[in-house]
C-alpha cells in the first residue's frame, strides 16, 4: 500500500497520540479503508516526518500513535518567490498546488490593473485558508515537508513600493523581451518572478516594476495563459538552477 501522508496542524512528538478528524478522518477510514496498526506519515510543517502507527478510528476521528521523527528535507536551494497576479475561477488553485509540487518557496497573490478578481479583507483571508489547505495537500502528494508561504493577497503598486529596496534578482515576463532565462544567474539562490493575471499588466506597471528592479524576460514566442507562464517559469528555473537540473551528463 503506498504511504499515507497527512499534514497535522500543530507540533508533533514521538510517542504523542495525534487526533486527526475532519475531512482527513474520513479520507482515512472511509477511502483508503486502513485499520488499527496501519501506518501513516505525518508532518506539521518544520522539516521532518513522523512514522505513525493508528491506534484506533471511527467514521470521523482516527488517533495515531507517533512512532518515530525523521529528518528529511526535499526542500530546493533555489528559493523562488513567486508573484502572481490573481486569476478568476480554478486556475489560481491550480498554480498553487503545481507551484508548490515544483518546489516553489512563496507565492505572494497580486491584484493589478487588469485583474478580474476582487477581494475584500474578509474574503482574502478567506482564499488564503483555502490556498494553505491546496499547498498542504499538493504536499502530501509530493512528498514536502514544509509548505510553501503563502501570504495575504495585496495591490502590485503597494507590494512595489514596499519591496522596491530589496536586492534579489527580480524578473516579470514580458511577451516580446529580448533577455532569457538563461541570462539570469541567482549567485545567492533566491529569484522573484512576476507573472501577470489573465489580461497581463497595464504600460504603468510594466514602468514601475521595471523601477523597482524588475527585469523582463520573454518565454518563448507563444501566448501563454497565465497559470502556463508560472508553471512553465518556475519548472525552467528549477531546471537551469534548481533541484530539478541534470547531474548526470548524457552522451
Not at 491550480?94 to 479583507?121: C, M, W, Y
Not at 495585496?154 to 534579489?168: C, I, M, S, V
Not at 549567485?187 to 504600460?203: K, N
Request: proline share 6%; charged share 25%; with cysteine.
Amino acid at each position: 500500500m503506498p504511504n499515507t501522508r497527512l499534514y497535522i496542524e500543530g507540533p508533533i512528538g514521538t510517542g504523542d497520540d495525534i487526533e486527526i478528524g475532519g475531512d482527513q478522518a474520513r479520507y482515512v477510514s472511509r477511502v483508503l479503508r486502513l485499520r488499527p496498526q496501519d501506518k501513516l506519515t505525518l508532518f506539521d510543517g518544520h522539516g521532518a516526518e513522523y512514522p505513525a502507527s493508528i491506534k484506533s478510528l471511527s467514521k470521523n476521528s482516527v488517533v495515531a500513535t507517533v512512532t518515530d521523527k525523521i529528518e528529511r528535507s526535499v526542500e530546493s536551494s533555489l528559493q523562488i518567490h513567486l508573484l502572481q497576479g490573481i486569476s478568476r475561477g480554478e486556475r489560481m488553485d491550480f498554480v498553487v498546488q503545481k507551484a508548490t509540487e515544483l518546489g516553489i518557496h512563496r507565492i505572494t497573490p497580486v491584484q493589478t490593473e487588469f485583474s478580474v478578481v476582487r477581494l475584500n479583507d474578509e474574503r482574502a483571508a478567506k482564499k488564503v485558508r483555502h490556498w494553505h489547505g491546496v499547498a498542504t495537500s499538493a504536499c502530501e502528494q509530493s512528498g514536502r515537508n514544509v509548505p510553501p508561504i503563502i501570504d495575504m493577497p495585496t495591490g502590485l503598486r503597494n507590494w512595489l513600493g514596499e519591496h522596491h529596496d530589496e536586492q534579489n534578482i527580480r524578473l516579470i515576463l514580458k511577451p516580446g523581451a529580448r533577455q532569457s532565462l538563461r541570462s539570469v544567474h541567482p549567485e545567492d539562490g533566491q529569484l522573484t518572478i512576476l507573472v501577470g493575471p489573465e489580461g497581463g499588466f497595464s504600460d504603468q506597471e510594466y514602468e514601475l516594476a521595471d523601477i523597482a528592479g524588475f527585469y523582463p524576460v520573454g518565454f518563448g514566442p507563444r501566448v501563454l495563459r497565465t497559470e502556463t507562464a508560472a508553471l512553465a517559469v518556475v519548472a525552467a528555473l528549477q531546471t537551469l538552477f534548481g533541484d530539478l537540473a541534470p547531474d548526470i551528463q548524457v552522451p
